[in-house]
């Protein structure tokens, strides 16, 4: 394939002959000649070749029960090396020849481009030095891998790159690549498959792993790229006390739908990150008392720690004191729950303040170039990180409160809250949140659930306030919604204010979030209740999964147009939180396109965004990757404050009215309407063996029932798993056809070419309908479905045969992905491993689904490969 690159070619290669080396240490030749069957097989059955097609299935029928599972073992390995490889290639050493990758050059190109266009120097520095983005790492239940097994990719990673150096001798050679083999080694005997699910503290130590072993090392390097940036096109210096980016975590804070999140497990993370913090601040901390050990200081600095002969030392083991006093206090607190002793480091000013002040005196005396150093990074981490690590979020659901309230209010003898109108439960909020006196008696028995509720809210109320970021309410639709966690909080003792966010995630919701947001603000002493922006939460794949990606994609840009709108009317800042997953179907895609096409407006230096599951590891497990994507971050933000995209022309919204309705008709017609949909999908899909993946902390439903109560992760995983994607494109091909057919194929093309909004969706559905393959799709229902209910799936995939033809027609092109060479072999490659994954994972279906007894454990084992080798191949889960 000529348009793979020939170094990661060869690292392909390279690591898969290592692997088939493994393969046959343990099972011998015959065993991996048999793997090389499969894989010609399917490689001549992708060519067209029906010889290829019946050896593949040939070879895959006539293994014995007990090589199922080191084949779909061996499959899925080499897709995650795959990953490896090619994670690897976007970091890998250039030659100074090499062009720079995109994302190294794009911040830097942007301020010469803004330079170009007018900006000035001083405000395009401060511009930068106050952008406020905020990546909020959460717990969703999408990474299949398990972390050891992330250690050892890493370490593979490292591997490929102590390899690429030119100059290493036989031996070095020789250490790396025994090295490599061993790795390999490690990874192909440990099991793939968690046998338990994560608790939500596992979980957030896994947060906490991907900042010290990337974060930490990324951030300062980045910030180091943006100064030299700054100083080349401004002449300024990012200043020390800028963080441009921060993080705020989910991990252990997001309940919804979890019941075991629980107050207790937040109360523990909240103390695990200053362990942890305070932890890694003393590993810098005694790296610099152990260098600055200059003489010369600043009178400042004199006065402060008196006439000694190493001053800066002085101060340093000061500040180590304290964080010893904190990470052991955190330590005994865990157990004891005892309060901070004086030394414990609780305001982030204390942690700087000396940092600081060895920095000015190094500069004053000469010594910048020593500042510059380790202290600067250690600088810009306290200030980016702090002493909380992230800032935590709660999450709970609208209803939770509302019940909690009504059970309250009953007890008071005021009737049931959850039967009030609005109009009468904002009135009693009202006038509650602007009582002196507590709504609840000090002996107020509540029941279990309510008893959590009100436990989160302690728990909140008693953090500093550094440590938390907001308290956000799903399945939101309503002021009384936010003004009910408000009274909550209030009654369990918070005095300060706190980011109460309304998620709006349902079509409908979204529709009325502007209208929602207008009367909080119009309403009594709301505004002093409001600590900086107000904030508002979109969810991305709820709505998709309520309307279909396109009705739910205008629904969210329509929504914030209002709420940009109408913030401005109130003058009040607003602060956009995107929840999005990975995959397209829950509103992901490339993230630089995806704010760069986000309303005029709505990016006004802020930007909250979630970061979710396996994309985690993807774009921050490695230091010289998040670099990566730090800069995209940023340089989208500012590009999209500065130079936001064009307000749509009236025509074009008026045709995305009509796409969005005919879209909207299309999808629900099947997913809504459609009798013989649910028994269709359970059915052709593995949904119910995914919730045997011990994935996450949370359930995989909120409730029993039909596809409503499914959440959106695995409802969208299933569909991955049988490649028909159905929820990322369903819609689309109905909307694209009736417009066409109305004449109005010039008028997509003029969105799509002006438009950036328009042209990243069209972008996205390009790529899922690449990904989707109704031939592998067919194979699942031809095995595992019902004949009565066979012609909605021939349905189905006409449909996306009708998609990727109205798509061909709009791009002109002749084939998908015809302009992404890279992208498109990349697949190609990749499809190669996936066919006999899914062949296997139909067999083990079927099998699974009659089976009876003690086998049943066994294929279960190797069905559940099969789908993180799906998920490995496709590069996302759900
Ligand atoms: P949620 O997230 O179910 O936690 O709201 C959905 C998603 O991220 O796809």
């Given at each position: 394939m000529p348009e793979i690159d020939a170094r990661l070619r060869e690292d392909v290669h390279h690591l898969g002959e290592l692997l088939g080396q493994t393969i046959r240490d343990q099972y011998g030749q015959a065993f991996l000649d048999k793997i090389e069957l499969i894989r010609q097989g399917a490689k001549a059955a992708r060519r067209g070749s029906a010889e290829g097609a019946r050896q593949l299935t040939a070879t895959l029928d006539g293994l014995a029960e007990d090589e199922l599972m080191p084949v779909a073992r061996a499959f899925n390995q080499f897709l995650n090396l795959a990953n490896i490889a090619e994670q690897y290639q976007h970091i890998r050493r250039r030659k100074p020849s090499e062009p720079e990758p995109f994302e190294?050059?794009?911040?830097?190109?942007?301020?010469?481009?803004?330079?170009?266009?007018?900006?000035?120097?001083?405000?395009?520095?401060?511009?930068?030095?106050?952008?406020?983005?905020?990546?909020?790492?959460?717990?969703?239940?999408?990474?299949?891998?398990?972390?050891?097994?992330?250690?050892?990719y890493d370490a593979i990673s490292a591997q490929l790159a102590a390899r690429d150096h030119a100059d290493l001798l036989p031996e070095e050679r020789e250490q790396v690549q025994t090295r490599l083999r061993q790795l390999i080694a490690e990874a192909w005997h440990t099991e793939e498959i968690r046998r338990t699910r994560p608790t939500p503290v596992d979980e957030a130590k896994w947060g906490f792993a991907v900042i010290e072993h990337s974060l930490w090392q990324a951030v300062p390097n980045f910030l180091r790229h943006v100064d030299r940036a700054l100083q080349r096109h401004t002449g300024q210096r990012l200043p020390l006390n800028a963080a441009p980016i921060r993080f705020a975590s989910w991990m252990g804070g997001d309940r919804d739908g979890n019941p075991n999140v629980t107050a207790a497990v937040t109360h523990e993370v909240l103390l695990l990150a200053r362990w942890m913090a305070a932890d890694l601040y003393l590993r810098d901390v005694d790296g610099l008392a152990g260098d600055l050990s200059m003489q010369r200081a600043s009178a400042e600095l004199v006065e402060r720690v008196g006439a000694v002969a190493e001053p800066y030392r002085v101060l340093l083991k000061q500040l180590r004191e304290r964080l010893r006093a904190t990470r052991a206090w955190a330590e005994r607190a865990l157990l004891?729950?005892?309060?901070?002793?004086?030394?414990?480091?609780?305001?982030?000013?204390?942690?700087?303040?000396?940092?600081?002040?060895?920095?000015?005196?190094?500069?004053?005396?000469?010594?910048?170039?020593?500042?510059?150093?380790?202290?600067?990074?250690?600088?810009?981490?306290?200030?980016?990180?702090?002493?909380?690590?992230?800032r935590l979020d709660i999450r709970q659901d609208s209803t939770r409160h509302a019940q909690a309230l009504s059970e309250i209010t009953e007890y008071l003898g005021l009737g049931r809250y959850a039967e009030w109108d609005e109009s009468v439960r904002q009135e009693f909020l009202l006038e509650e949140l602007n009582n002196r006196r507590p709504l609840l008696p000090a002996n107020y028995q509540a029941s279990p659930d309510t008893a959590e509720v009100l436990a989160t809210c302690r728990v909140v109320a008693a953090a500093p306030e550094a440590s938390l970021g907001s308290y956000v309410i799903s399945m939101a639709g309503h002021p009384s919604d936010v003004l009910a966690v408000q009274l909550l909080l209030k009654e369990c003792g918070?005095?300060?204010?706190?980011?109460?966010?309304?998620?709006?995630?349902?079509?409908?919701?979204?529709?009325t979030a502007g209208?929602?947001?207008?009367?909080?603000?119009?309403?009594?002493?709301?505004?002093?209740?409001?600590?900086?922006?107000?904030?508002?939460?979109?969810?991305?794949?709820?709505?998709a999964k309520d309307a279909g990606t396109l009705a739910a994609a205008w629904a969210q840009y329509r929504a914030q147009e209002t709420l940009v709108e109408i913030c401005r009317g109130h003058d009040v800042d607003l602060l956009l939180f995107h929840g999005r997953g990975g995959t397209v179907g829950r509103g992901g895609g490339p993230a630089h396109a995806a704010i760069l096409s986000q309303p005029p407006g709505s990016v006004a230096g802020r930007f909250r965004t979630?970061?979710?599951?396996?994309?985690?590891?993807?774009?921050f497990g490695?230091?010289?990757?998040?670099?990566?994507?730090?800069?995209l971050y940023l340089a989208a933000v500012l590009e999209a404050t500065l130079q936001p995209p064009p307000v749509p022309e009236p025509a074009w919204r008026t045709l995305m009215d009509k796409l969005a309705a005919d879209g909207l008709a299309a999808y629900r017609a099947v997913v809504r309407d459609d009798p013989q949909f649910v028994d269709y999908f359970r059915q052709a899909t593995p949904e119910q063996e995914l919730g045997l993946l011990p994935l996450g902390s949370r359930p995989a439903r909120r409730r029993t029932g039909g596809v409503e109560s499914l959440r959106a992760i695995p409802w969208i995983f299933a569909w991955?798993?049988?490649?028909?994607?159905?929820?990322?494109?369903?819609?689309?091909?109905?909307?694209?056809?009736?417009?066409?057919?109305?004449?109005?194929?010039?008028?997509?093309?003029?969105?799509?070419?002006?438009?950036?909004f328009f042209a990243t969706r069209i972008d996205m559905l390009e790529m899922v309908l690449a990904k989707a393959d109704g031939d592998i799709a067919r194979l699942y229902d031809e095995r595992l479905v019902q004949s009565e209910l066979r012609q909605l799936g021939a349905n189905l995939r006409d449909l996306l045969s009708q998609s990727v033809r109205v798509l061909l027609g709009l791009t002109g092109q002749y084939q998908l992905l015809a302009m992404a060479t890279e992208t498109r072999a990349a697949i190609g490659v990749r499809n190669i491993y996936l066919d006999p994954l899914h062949l296997l994972q139909v067999e083990l279906l079927a099998r699974s689904r009659r089976c009876e007894g003690d086998v049943c454990g066994g294929l279960e084992q190797a069905l559940l490969v099969t789908v993180a080798g799906i998920a490995a191949g496709l590069r996302n889960t759900g």
């Open positions: 190294n050059r794009v911040f830097d190109e942007l301020l010469g481009r803004l330079r170009k266009s007018g900006h000035g120097a001083e405000e395009l520095a401060a511009q930068v030095a106050g952008l406020d983005i905020e990546l909020v790492l959460t717990a969703h239940p999408t990474e299949v891998a398990r972390r050891t097994l992330i250690q050892k004891s729950g005892e309060a901070p002793p004086d030394e414990v480091l609780t305001d982030n000013r204390e942690l700087l303040e000396p940092l600081q002040l060895c920095h000015r005196s190094l500069h004053g005396c000469g010594m910048g170039v020593i500042a510059d150093g380790a202290l600067l990074d250690c600088l810009r981490r306290a200030t980016t990180f702090g002493l909380f690590l992230t918070l005095q300060r204010p706190m980011r109460v966010v309304p998620l709006f995630e349902t079509l409908d919701d979204l529709d209208p929602c947001i207008d009367r909080l603000l119009q309403l009594d002493g709301y505004r002093t209740r409001l600590a900086g922006p107000q904030e508002v939460m979109i969810g991305y794949s709820d709505s979630t970061e979710q599951g396996e994309m985690i590891r993807f774009k490695l230091p010289g990757i998040a670099e990566q994507n730090l800069n991955t798993q049988t490649r028909l994607m159905l929820p990322a494109w369903l819609g689309w091909e109905s909307a694209l056809l009736n417009a066409v057919e109305r004449g109005e194929g010039a008028l997509l093309g003029q969105m799509r070419k002006d438009w950036p």
